[in-house]
């Protein structure tokens, strides 16, 4: 009989989780321990060696932590999946089970700040240069290719300039040059984008956003598709014996699932940000319901962006699920459909018009529509069933000047909106009433 | 072409012994390391090839023909281009499954065994199978497509 293919939402319940093998139980047992007995020196040995698959340490491995993992790798798609203490860290150890000194990486130019600051300051401290290119531009890509470039790196959707990835454009130009696509798909989630499916190689996610869901727990995920010919010539670390673990050639023992082996022996064993097993069975709730809220969360967000748009105390709306957003028919062609639409997450930015055009005006606008709110929360996350607001230029861009700022896409009158799961007549209430405060 | 977790659970759970044709004795190559998690999983791991006497506590032979117990799965791990006589030797002596490794597929080896009978995987791993279907590859956060809401037994 034929394996039955089963659907997201049915994976995202079910995948990496059968009923525990020792006890019956269903729900996921959280797994609180360190370590795990060797039955014999023989299998410890075999352990060691990676001859045998178990658990030696949840440094490495643990069974609840590896329940998201696979959960996670079914969701995208993908062969295999490691998880981390948080997305930065998912994001670290992709790049450095992938880089050394020498090597270069051609990263889109809207990235989060925190992959920014990885790859512009630590990584260049490790002699790993980064060049930044147009997200909008696949040509800039390839045009920025260099023969010591062993990575491309861009975010599916971008945060917080919501620029949209052309997945298969940029894939194209990573594959001539032989070298692997890194994409951070954490604002779409899994459920409304699968970049593998488009020729990413390698997905990572924060899954503390949209994968939890509930603002709680941190950790971060990396997914390899298990396509990436890393036979290529350019990755001896996947083809060669380590010298990081007892001489093991990765690609050759591994297979498909190599990078996701590596990454595991070599850099989180070594580096240690590994995910707490109670935080991965929290993440896991979360994701029990992920399908149910990314729905919600693109309903709520396309309706907040038509409500803002029809606003006279609104200057601009930047959310890539309006029909009329330049980038439109690449979120059609990329995003799942959410009632007839594509589902562009819930991210979204407007400006807050002020009575002066100028920078202070528009600063002063942001700051008075943020205050004036009474339930949507004044922070920095994303991705939370609560609705989430920012203004940028007053809080996380700060100590960037005004020129600075607008390079870096945030305008003095910026908010950004993470809508949140609550009634969409609650929300736009509150939004009416920050908009009157703001305007008064 | 066997491809489905209910035939190729019915494959493993049914095979007892395992001639590995191309088994190395080195402990870092992945037919050492295929054969030896196997052997630990309960298999009887049968070494054929003429470069070794014992591989793995077990007596080497030369060849598939020169195996004197009965030999239920045959596992490949050789060029694609040399299987064709494994096979035929696979089904000379009356095994029950050609396995060929990952990287390892020729169709006319797959179709002489599968005519004869027998049943054929191709371009898979025989310890990651077992791990993916008996449990341990999700240890290693692989997608095991595994959905099932009963205990694995």
């Known amino acids: 009989m034929a394996d039955h293919s089963f659907q997201p939402e049915t994976l995202a319940i079910h995948a990496g989780q059968i009923p525990d093998v020792a006890t019956g139980a269903r729900a996921l047992p959280i797994y609180q321990t360190t370590s795990f007995v060797f039955d014999s020196a023989d299998h410890a040995a075999s352990l060691f060696n990676l001859q045998t698959f178990g658990n030696v340490y949840s440094r490495l491995s643990n069974p609840t932590v590896a329940a998201l993992e696979e959960r996670v790798a079914a969701l995208e798609g993908g062969r295999a999946a490691l998880a981390s203490a948080s997305g930065m860290a998912a994001e670290a150890m992709a790049l450095l089970s992938l880089l050394q000194q020498g090597d270069h990486v051609v990263a889109a130019g809207a990235l989060y700040g925190g992959s920014v600051s990885m790859l512009a300051v630590n990584l260049r401290k490790l002699g790993i240069e980064t060049s930044f290119v147009d997200v909008n531009a696949p040509d800039a890509f390839a045009a920025a290719m260099r023969p010591n470039t062993r990575a491309v790196f861009a975010e599916s959707l971008g945060n917080p300039s919501l620029a949209v990835l052309d997945i298969a454009a940029v894939a194209e130009v990573a594959r001539a040059h032989g070298v692997p696509l890194i994409v951070d798909n954490t604002v779409p989630s899994p459920f409304l984008c699968n970049p593998i499916r488009f020729g990413a190689d390698i997905v990572v996610h924060s899954a503390t956003k949209y994968l939890a869901g509930h603002g709680t727990t941190l950790g971060g995920v990396i997914v390899e598709s298990g396509k990436f010919p890393w036979d290529n010539g350019k990755f001896p670390g996947m083809t060669e014996p380590s010298a990081g673990y007892h001489g093991v050639r990765f690609l050759e023992t591994f297979g498909d699932f190599a990078f996701t082996m590596r990454a595991r022996m070599e850099t989180l064993r070594v580096y240690g940000a590994a995910l707490s097993p109670m935080s991965a069975w929290q993440i896991l709730q979360g994701v029990e319901t992920l399908h149910v809220r990314m729905e919600r969360h693109c309903r709520n967000a396309l309706a907040v962006a038509q409500f803002l748009r029809a606003d006279p105390r609104v200057s601009w709306v930047n959310y890539p699920g309006l029909p009329d957003h330049p980038q439109h028919a690449l979120v059609a062609r990329q995003m799942r459909v959410v009632d007839d639409a594509p589902g562009a997450s819930g991210l979204l930015a407007f400006g807050v018009k002020s009575r002066t055009a100028d920078a202070a005006g528009g600063l002063a606008a942001g700051v008075k529509f943020i205050e004036a709110a009474q339930f949507m929360s004044h922070l920095a996350n994303i991705g939370d069933t609560r609705t989430l607001i920012i203004h940028p230029a007053s809080t996380t861009h700060r100590q960037l000047d005004d020129a600075q700022q607008r390079a870096a896409g945030v305008l003095p009158d910026m908010v950004r909106i993470s809508v949140g799961i609550e009634h969409i007549d609650d929300i736009l209430w509150d939004i009416d009433q920050a908009l009157a405060a703001a305007s008064a | ?153």
Request: glycine letters at 6%; aromatic letters at 8%; hydrophobic letters at 45%.
């Open chain 2, 1 to 153: 072409m066997t491809d489905d977790i209910s035939t190729l659970r019915r494959i493993l759970r049914d095979t007892r012994t395992i001639a590995v044709v191309g088994l190395s004795a080195e402990w870092h190559r992945p037919s050492y390391f295929a054969a030896k998690y196997m052997q630990q999983h309960g298999y009887r791991i049968l070494p054929v090839n003429p470069r070794y006497d014992e591989v793995l506590g077990e007596r080497c032979y030369a060849s598939l023909r020169e195996i004197e117990v009965p030999v239920d799965m045959v596992d490949v791990f050789r060029r694609s281009a040399d299987v064709l006589p494994i096979a035929e030797q696979a089904v000379a002596i009356g095994a029950r499954c050609l396995w060929q490794q990952i990287g390892v597929v020729n169709r006319e080896a797959a179709e002489l065994a599968r005519a004869a009978g027998l049943d054929v995987v191709m371009d898979r791993c025989v310890k990651i199978e077992h791990a993916r279907l008996f449990g341990g590859l999700h240890w290693a956060g692989v997608n095991t497509r595994v959905i099932s809401a009963k205990r694995p037994v």
